[in-house]
Every structure is written in C-alpha cells, then in structure tokens.
C-alpha cells in the first residue's frame, strides 16, 4: 500500500512540476509580449 502510494505522490509531483514550468513559459512569453507592445 506504501509502495503504490509512493508512486502515486510520485507522479501527481511530476505532472504538478510540470504544469508550473509550462506556466512560467507562458508568463514569460506574455510579459515578453507586453514588452514589445510597450517599446
């Protein structure tokens, strides 16, 4: 029961991890845009 519990935490982690790094590029591709609309 540990065991499965472990690579549940595991991949919800991984897939949480990677959720925020795709959310970082998107900000920064908007403020990028934002910065080209304000020069």
Sequence with gaps: MLIVE??????FYRHFFSMNVYT??????ILNLIKHIYK
């Design 6 to 11: 472990k690579i549940c935490s595991i991949k």
């Design 24 to 29: 970082i590029k998107l900000h920064l591709k």
